[in-house]
């Protein structure tokens, strides 16, 4: 074998390989004399020609980092530049994908679930991008060894940290100020990273100038090891991830919020002679959310989750190429939810269970213009303790079949279950955080039926083409019951949801240039007592356009368009007068203590006027010789677009979302 690499002795040796045994060499390379900049190349998987990859979108950090930035390298904003991604808004850092609620997606850090991944009432992710070594993007017909949500997945993995030098990182933008430490350890590697937050003057121009006094920061760190000497094959990993927010308007008539998250993980992977694969996971992640009204008229809600989760999963790889894999997961879950509705009526609702899940798939992948992916997901208890009322069977089946090497058809089907949801109220502008529930015991799982059919094209290896269609429907969707009056009433009814659509997406990939373009024409349908209805998140047509350009030097450009039809609302069709008697024995008119209420139209019928806006980024990277770094500075729309947010009900007040917006981040590296 010869090994070489860019700025590296080449190096020959000699290697033994035995039948059906793994045979693991370390190798590594002396610099040259003659060195070049280093380029780093992590996580990213290559596909292979069969590969069941429908509907799955791999996010490499360099693709972030040339994005423009609101504030800063944000992934959640980020995915919202995909086909079949939407928000609401440039407010909201929350992403609704193909017709699914932001409750139906699940985030997963190195492999553990993140309840509240979001800082600043939302407004960014609570993830740092600088720890970010790999992202996966699963927008519907995920496989079976992914379970707990109906929409979508976010699969996060960070990075290990330098394993042969110390390393020091830290940036600065308009929001916050982030350090980052990594380097060796006995038989592996180490990083820590923190983020906290240093002023507030640029929330502003995400709030129509109204000052919030938001205070937040994350944590995370991460250590592994592996050690042929000691267990070969094998490597452990230690993680965790804190972040925290406070919101404290400092008067006594506004109400204050505050919300945390807390992740525990460890993980264990080994390789065997046979082969085979073993993963084992241990991990706790909790979440905590409150609303003190203090003396305002804001009603109090409190929010807790606790969730302690073991899994272990199995993949045996034949010689043919075929794949088997068999897991058990065993989720033990506690929410606690205090609220107050409009109406008085107070819910104190606390909830244990523990959710058992087996699942098994085989991968069929032995001829190169074909690949099956066919499993199922089985859930043997359920989190609500119902009796019946579990998710059962959850069958999967994905494909792809290339015809020639130049065009596949791909397919995917599925069942899945949801047992956790969200108390959500659509008709709130901006939402602060989402309490977290166990479906209550009378209503069933909600489930949902993914169906995607799309073909891709890739005529040239610079130029490919996507083409992907989808249907949704939903079962026993947890709505919020606005109708509840009493406290025996139950707090959500049973609903049921639809959504369809077709995404088009182009991509051209010829250095220094890459150009991307989509398309969506989407549907989205909610129904409650049969009532049919747009929930906010229906958006008809929406559309993507990027440039990017490298000029060499170390600089690179870009620049996005963002087009989307308009979002719906609920219309006022007038108001009336509600007259307030304090003293009936007042001679006074009592006709002057008088406050108008709004009338409104059936929900959500109205749609805001079309949305539309330019960003652009440009970035330089500079090397010194003790420290390296960059400067980023972005413009957020461009030719200042009044787009509207919304319409204050009580004075007519025109909201629009961001003005123009430019940003600067700082970034230094030793």
């Not at 190798?27 to 292979?48: C, D, N």
């Not at 505050?258 to 080994?270: A, H, I, M, V, Y």
């Not at 290339?402 to 899945?416: S, V």
């Not at 989205?524 to 998140?537: A, L």
Request: no cysteine.
């Amino acid at each position: 074998m010869i090994v070489s690499y860019v700025g590296y002795i080449k190096k020959s040796l000699r290697i033994h390989v035995e039948p059906n045994k793994i045979t693991q060499v370390d190798i590594p390379l002396a610099p040259s004399s003659y060195e070049l900049q280093t380029i780093e190349k992590v996580g990213q998987r290559v596909a292979e020609s069969n590969a069941t990859d429908i509907s799955l979108q791999r996010i490499t950090v360099k693709e972030l980092e040339d994005l423009p930035k609101g504030v800063e390298t944000d992934v959640f904003r980020s995915l919202q530049y995909l086909p079949g991604v939407q928000s609401t808004g440039d407010v909201s850092a929350r992403y609704y994908v193909r017709g699914g609620s932001a409750d139906q997606n699940l985030v997963l850090l190195n492999g553990v679930t993140l309840y509240n991944p979001f800082h600043a009432l939302g407004l960014f992710s609570a993830i740092d991008p600088e720890v970010i070594n790999s992202i996966e993007f699963y927008k519907g017909g995920y496989s079976a060894e992914f379970g707990d949500r109906i929409s979508s997945v976010l699969k996060i993995n960070t990075k290990d940290g330098n394993k042969n030098n110390f390393a020091a990182k830290a940036s600065s933008s308009f929001l916050t100020g982030k350090l980052l430490l990594e380097g060796p350890l006995p038989a592996g590697s180490f990083m820590i990273t923190g983020r906290k937050s240093y002023s507030n003057d640029i929330l502003k121009k995400f709030l129509n100038e109204q000052t919030v006094p938001a205070d937040f920061y994350d944590m995370s760190f991460k250590a592994n090891f592996s050690s042929p000497n000691l267990i070969k094959g094998a490597k452990v990993t230690f993680h965790g991830f804190f972040s925290g927010d406070k919101v404290s308007n400092g008067d006594p008539f506004k109400e204050d919020f505050e919300w945390k998250n807390n992740l525990f993980g460890f993980n264990w992977f080994q390789i065997s002679d046979s082969p085979l694969f073993l993963e084992l996971g241990l991990s706790f992640s909790d979440f905590k959310g409150e609303v003190i009204p203090n003396f305002s008229n804001v009603k109090p809600k409190l929010n807790k989750v606790e969730d302690v989760t073991f899994k272990t999963d199995f993949t045996y790889v034949y010689d043919s190429k075929d794949e088997f894999s068999v897991g058990v997961h065993v989720k033990d879950i506690e929410t606690k939810l205090f609220l107050e509705n409009s109406k008085g009526a107070v819910s104190n609702v606390g909830t244990h269970g523990t959710l058992l899940s087996f699942y098994a798939k085989y991968k069929f992948l032995r001829y190169e213009n074909l690949g099956i992916d066919i499993g199922s997901r089985i859930n043997l208890t359920g989190l609500s303790g119902a009796g019946d009322n579990t998710g059962g069977f959850e069958p999967r089946l994905s494909f792809t079949y290339r015809i020639i090497p130049e065009i596949a058809i791909k397919g995917a089907w599925g069942i899945y279950s949801q047992e956790l949801s969200t108390v959500t109220d659509e008709d709130e502008v901006i939402t602060i955080f989402e309490p977290w529930l166990i479906n209550p015991f009378y209503l069933k799982p909600t489930q949902s039926r993914h169906y995607i059919l799309g073909v891709q094209m890739q005529p040239y290896n610079f130029l490919q083409f996507n083409v992907e269609g989808y249907y949704k429907d939903i079962f026993s969707l947890p709505l919020l019951n606005d109708n509840k009056a009493f406290s025996t009433d139950n707090d959500f009814v049973a609903g049921k949801g639809e959504s369809y659509g077709i995404e088009f997406m182009v991509r051209l990939t010829a250095d220094p240039v890459r150009f991307t373009a989509s398309y969506t024409n989407a549907y989205s349908y909610k129904e409650i007592d049969n009532w049919v209805y747009y929930p906010r998140y229906d958006v008809r047509h929406s559309a993507n356009i990027s440039l990017e350009y490298n000029w060499g030097w170390g600089v690179s450009s870009s620049l996005v368009w963002i087009y989307s039809s308009g979002l719906p609302f609920t219309q006022l069709s007038g108001f009336y007068d509600k007259y307030f008697i304090d003293d009936i024995y007042f001679d006074g008119n009592f006709y002057h203590n008088q406050i108008p209420i709004s009338i409104l139209d059936d929900k959500n019928l109205g749609r805001l006027p079309d949305y539309h806006r330019l960003d652009f980024n440009i970035s330089k990277k500079f090397d010194f010789t003790f420290f390296r770094g960059s400067i980023d500075f972005s413009i957020i729309n461009v030719y200042d677009r009044k787009n509207l947010f919304y319409f204050d009900k009580n004075t007519g007040e025109r909201v629009n979302m961001l003005p123009f917006l430019p940003t600067a981040t700082v970034k230094l590296e030793i």
